[in-house]
């Protein structure tokens, strides 16, 4: 079965550094979303994007995150100061018009 | 803003009993429910859904009843098993647009055997 690949699995950074997380969605499907799970929190959508442009995004969205399709397979998100409350799961899917697939995620350590 | 509450954060239940996993919702806005199942270390995998206009959905073990008047919903897991046991998200969007998801806390299920 077709699967959502995410890399790196684990992720430490410094304070102000920039972190890009990569992902390949399901290779037929149109629509990619970044989502966050802070420990012990609820898992929390950040964007939507559809057709080379976000769709929609939430206010956690802010200008220091940032997403890219450069290349028709990946799909990424970029932090561009990373701040400790940044640390988090962050998981990518995709879908068609069915339901979401998620990858295994990537932690993100922010120290 | 709690929209979507799982109150209970572990649910124990024996093998080949049932585990009934429960969900409350505030924004009656909400048309369209999913429940994820998450293993530790992986990402969540859709389980099964329901839209406003049923009140339940069946697969399998697996069975969602919704509630509209009560804001409530419930996964119905029968009969359980132990590979059962993982994380249960219910999660809940409008406009029929599962794409924008707003989740609950999370149920952690355990199934003995």
């Known amino acids: 079965e077709p699967e959502v690949t995410q890399t790196p699995s684990h992720q430490v950074t410094q304070m102000g550094q920039e972190v890009i997380l990569r992902c390949v969605p399901i290779?037929?499907?149109?629509?990619f979303y970044w989502y966050r799970q802070i420990l012990g929190q609820k898992v929390e959508f950040l964007v939507s994007?559809?057709?080379?442009?976000?769709?929609?995004k939430s206010e956690i969205f802010d200008d220091q995150f940032s997403v890219e399709r450069p290349d028709g397979s990946n799909f990424t998100l970029k932090i561009r100061s990373t701040k400790l409350e940044d640390s988090a799961m962050y998981f990518c899917?995709?879908?068609?018009?069915?339901?979401?697939?998620f990858g295994n995620g990537t932690r993100l350590t922010v120290t | 803003d709690q929209q979507v509450k799982q109150n209970s954060p572990s649910l124990s239940v024996q093998e080949g009993r049932i585990s009934i996993l429960n969900c409350d919702y505030t924004?009656?806005?909400?048309?369209?429910f999913l429940w994820y199942k998450k293993y530790p270390a992986e990402g969540p995998t859709f389980l099964i859904s329901?839209?406003?206009i049923k009140d339940k959905n069946e697969d399998g073990r697996f069975t969602v009843f919704l509630n509209k008047s009560a804001k409530h919903l419930s996964l119905h897991i029968v009969p359980s098993q132990p590979g059962d046991s993982a994380v249960y998200f219910c999660?809940?969007?409008?406009?029929?647009?599962?794409?924008?998801?707003?989740w609950g806390l999370g149920t952690s299920l355990a199934v003995n055997p």
């Open positions: 924004n009656s806005m909400f048309d369209y």
């Open positions: 290779s037929n499907h149109l629509y």
């Open positions: 329901i839209s406003s």
């Open positions: 994007f559809y057709n080379n442009e976000i769709s929609e």
């Open positions: 899917a995709s879908s068609g018009l069915g339901p979401l697939h």
């Open positions: 999660a809940a969007s409008v406009d029929g647009n599962n794409r924008k998801l707003i």
